[in-house]
C-alpha cells in the first residue's frame, strides 16, 4: 500500500532563512508527486507537481521541490521564506485513476 | 472565477444527532470530492463523484455516512447518527477530472464538534 511520510511535524524559521521540508513515501512504482499548502481556516492550495521529466519542479509562489527516484523523496524548498509562508504543508502522492494519500502535514512557523 | 464552496464553516452538535454538509464545486468540474481531515492530520478520501456516479466510496463508512450529488453539481455529505469521533474537518474538492494530472481545488472545509 501507499504511505508517505513527512517526518518533520513543526518546524520554525526564521524570516529571510531557507526552508527544506522533507517528504519519503512508499509507492509500487513512480507516482505523481504533490505539495499542498493550507493556511489557517483555508482549504488546500497545490504548490507544485512532479508527474515526469525535469526532477526539479518550480512551483507558486517561489517554491521548489526535487525528486529523488534512489531516495523515494520529494523535498520541498524555498531560498528566503516570507512571513506569509507560515501554514501547514502536506506531501501528497497518487496515479492515474487512484486516490490522493497524503501525508501528516509539518507545520512552518516564521520568526521575525 | 468563484472557488469551491462550503457551507456551514463550522458546526457544534451533540453526539447522535444527524448533520448535514453542503458542497458546490467550481463550476465545470466534473469531479468532487469529500474528504475527512482529523486534527494533526492530512486528508482522507471518503467519496470521489463522476458527475453524479459515486465512483469510489469505499472509505466511506455506510452505517451512519452518506452522500448524494444528484444533479451532478452540488453535492451534500450526511452523518446520522454523529459520533464523538466524527469531530474533525470535512473538505470538499473538485477537479476537471479524475486523473491524477487534474489539479484538485479544495474548498475552506466544514469544522464539525460533537459533544
Known amino acids: 500500500a501507499q504511505s508517505v511520510t513527512q517526518p518533520d511535524i513543526h518546524i520554525t524559521v526564521s524570516e529571510g532563512a531557507s526552508l527544506e521540508l522533507r517528504c519519503n513515501y512508499s509507492?509500487?512504482?513512480?507516482?505523481?508527486l504533490f505539495w499542498y499548502v493550507q493556511s489557517p481556516g483555508q482549504g488546500l492550495q497545490l504548490l507544485l507537481k512532479?508527474?515526469?521529466?525535469?526532477?526539479l519542479v518550480q512551483g507558486i509562489k517561489g517554491f521548489e521541490a526535487e525528486f529523488k527516484r534512489s531516495q523515494s523523496s520529494f523535498n520541498l524548498r524555498k531560498p528566503s521564506v516570507h512571513w506569509s509562508d507560515a501554514a501547514e504543508y502536506f506531501c501528497a502522492v497518487g496515479r492515474i485513476n487512484e486516490k490522493l494519500t497524503f501525508g501528516t502535514g509539518t507545520r512552518l512557523t516564521i520568526i521575525p | 472565477e468563484a472557488g469551491v464552496v462550503q457551507s456551514p464553516r463550522y458546526k457544534i452538535i451533540e453526539k447522535k444527532q444527524p448533520v448535514a454538509f453542503w458542497c458546490n464545486p467550481i463550476s465545470g468540474h466534473n469531479t468532487l470530492y469529500w474528504y475527512l481531515q482529523n486534527l494533526g492530520q492530512g486528508p482522507e478520501l471518503l467519496i470521489r463523484?463522476?458527475?453524479?456516479?459515486?465512483?469510489?466510496d469505499s472509505q466511506l463508512p455506510k452505517d451512519r455516512f452518506s452522500a448524494e450529488r444528484l444533479k451532478g453539481v452540488d453535492s451534500t455529505l450526511k452523518i446520522q447518527p454523529a459520533e464523538l469521533g466524527d469531530s474533525a474537518v470535512y473538505l470538499c474538492a473538485s477537479s476537471l477530472g479524475a486523473l491524477a494530472n487534474n489539479e484538485q481545488f479544495f474548498g475552506p472545509g466544514t469544522r464539525l464538534t460533537v459533544l
Open positions: 512532479y508527474f515526469s521529466g525535469d526532477t
Open positions: 463523484y463522476e458527475n453524479e456516479e459515486a465512483v469510489d
Open positions: 509507492y509500487g512504482a513512480t507516482p505523481y
